[in-house]
T-cell receptor, first 115, second 109 residues
């Protein structure tokens, strides 16, 4: 499967716990984007990463959220001390060049439920 | 503020009944207009990228067109398997896609 992979597909956490979402980009892609989709809302940009670099995290909440894309391994979106409002679908996308004309290809998403 | 608006929010069609979905955008300097299909519980599946006004792209029963203010996704003789939410997104000078809220299409057999 050469597509974007995300795991887990579903994640349940209690308030105050940590959530770790993983994303492996499409083969040959080195640019990763994270989006969040709330019910009845469009996808919202959170963060853009290249290997070992955060390029733009302007869409990510300043507290409790962090992202990384290490030299080896998947990109990780980390949410500390989750609250009910963090319940959403989180999608990862990847592209070839990181340019504004790039097509971004999306993974299947991780659906986070906070109890 | 850059914005993408899709209409209608929901659309029910009989099998074989052609129609069009609209995506209006107000962005400063469109660089790309992207259409995706999203099935319940799944991620957006790429359909088309359009770069300039007048451009058209086709795939099976779908055809996407672009003007300076809007894009249309034309569905010809739809089948029940075309039922999904169709999303459009715009980029304007950055890699941040601006998404509309989608059109939920239901095709009845």
């Amino acid at each position: 499967n050469a597509g974007v992979m995300q795991n887990p597909r579903h994640l349940v956490r209690r308030r105050g716990q940590e959530a770790r979402l993983r994303c492996s980009p499409m083969k040959g892609h080195s640019h990763v984007y994270w989006y969040r989709q709330l019910p009845e809302e469009g996808l919202k940009f959170m963060v853009y990463l290249q290997k070992e670099n955060i390029i733009d995290e302007s869409g990510m909440p300043k507290e409790r959220f962090s992202a990384e894309f290490p030299k080896e391994g998947p990109s990780i979106l980390r949410i500390q001390q989750v609250v009910r409002g963090d319940s959403a679908a989180y999608f990862c996308a990847s592209s070839t060049f990181g340019q504004d004309t790039d097509t971004q290809y999306f993974g299947p998403g991780t659906r986070l439920t906070v109890l | 503020e850059d914005q993408v608006t899709q209409s209608p929010e929901a659309l029910r069609l009989q099998e074989g009944e052609s129609s069009s979905l609209n995506c209006s955008y107000t962005v400063s300097g469109l660089r790309g207009l992207f259409w995706y299909r999203q099935d319940p519980g799944k991620g957006p599946e790429f359909l088309f990228t359009l770069y300039s006004a007048g451009e058209e792209k086709e795939k099976e029963r779908l055809k996407a067109t672009l003007t300076k203010k809007e894009s249309f996704l034309h569905i010809t003789a739809p089948k029940p398997e075309d039922s999904a939410t169709y999303l459009c997104a715009a980029s304007s000078g950055t890699y941040k896609y601006i998404f509309g809220t989608g059109t939920r299409l239901k095709v009845l057999a």
